[in-house]
């Protein structure tokens, strides 16, 4: 490019000009509603949290809209939320990244300052912020005339300085995207300085000055880099103002965002209104989901702590297991010699079929799965479906004779104890529980009866 030609600057517009574009924000005025309602009825420490998650994300995807770092909405998520080892994320990323994050940080805590203390944006505020946001970042690349033409060349930031080299971009098709010159930086902050102190800016939509600060700015860019993170952050100090949050663009709207300022460099200015609005919306409406959301976790604890005087000891639950597999041991092998008598499907299953049977008093039902069901079901030469549950039941320990039962549908109950299952199975329970199983097929039995009997009627 010939050093000698001079790219046309075209001064960022007057306010009055920006405002008198229309654009309808009554989508942003019910959320600023519903903020200020729901900031009034939770908590300060309540609230604290999900602002400072929306800090953190701004604060790293302002950084990869730039490509100081590149990241991705998991990992932008990880670093907001301070989930999992979001530090070795961070580093995992390069060195550079973590100061590179903590200093847009601070310049957050800046803007906040400089919002609660109601003080009007001045150009040293401006620099200040820079500077801050910036302190970490060592170099930056200039394109400085060499016999000609435009070389690119790596020199120390300056910062919280306005530019000394022009920083115009070439486009892809060759096109120069004009910024401020050098000698018009200086001048132009001064009148930008003045349209924000207006009465007219201070009366406007929230969304309209931070709109009109983030462009004016960009229009102008005048430090030699760090101009795309600084005009983000001042846009924030009037989101902060009204409805309360920072302004988030995440990296994967940088095109839509692109999109948005170079309409506005063809006049249109209501597309940037726009797309801010619509940021601003959806991070209200995030803030609003954590904060109408029931505490996590909440709802199990107190479960946890309700039925925490219902949980089964490991030990009895081992016993209680060890006895459902004998009885559907000793059940099988009766239920086939049944089978081969009565030419019948019978079957025994390890869970609860029907309606289970009311356990003893002093002893409580342990589970659905501590169950076994004899069964059959024909439809040939006659239809018949019939089943026969049995539970097996804990003992309080200040009440039950025994603990463990199993309880039939006939209200049969056999009682066992902790001893006759572990650690080894005693032969006198071995014993028993035959006698028990015998008891169990003939009262199955006697309900298959019942049920062919109702058929024949």
Known sequence: ????????????????TWEASDVSYRDVDS?????????????????????????????????????????????????????GSWEQAMADKGAHVRPAFEDTLSGFELILDRMTGKRPVTAQFIRELHATMLRSQETHTVYAPVNGEFVPQTQELPKGEYKQ?????????????????VEDTAPEMSRLIEE???????????????????????CIHPFADGNGRVARALASIYLYRSPGVPLVIYQ???????????AADRGQFHTLKRFIANQVVDTVNVIDAELSAPVSGAAADELSALLS??????????????????????????????????NLPFLVHRSLIGTAPTASEGYALIGDNMAVTVSVSVKSPREIFATWPMVICRGDMNEAEFDLVAVTGSGRVFGIYLRELMPTVSESFRQRVGFFADAVVEEFLAQ??????????
């Open 1 to 16: 490019m010939d050093s000698t030609a001079r790219p046309v600057y075209t001064p960022f517009p007057s306010f009055a």
């Open 31 to 83: 959320a600023i509603t519903r903020f200020a309602v729901l900031k009034s009825e939770v908590s300060r420490d309540a609230l604290d949290h999900p602002l400072e998650t929306a800090r953190r994300a701004a604060a790293v995807d302002t950084n990869a809209i730039e490509g100081v770092f590149s990241t991705n909405r998991g990992f932008t998520r990880t670093v907001a939320e301070k989930t």
């Open 165 to 181: 080299y022009a920083n115009s971009p070439t486009r892809p098709d060759g096109t120069v995207h004009t910024y401020a010159p």
């Open 196 to 218: 924000l102190r207006s009465a007219e800016f201070e009366n406007a939509h929230p969304i309209t000055q931070a709109a009109y600060a983030h462009y004016a700015f960009v």
């Open 252 to 262: 994967d709207q940088r095109t839509h965002y692109i999109d948005a300022l170079e």
């Open 309 to 342: 005087g219902n949980q089964t000891p490991e030990t009895v639950l081992n016993a209680a297991d060890r006895l459902k597999e004998i009885l559907v041991e000793e059940l099988r092998a009766r239920m086939e010699l049944m089978e081969n008598k009565l």
């Open 448 to 457: 298959v009866t019942a049920v062919v009997k109702r058929g024949d009627s």
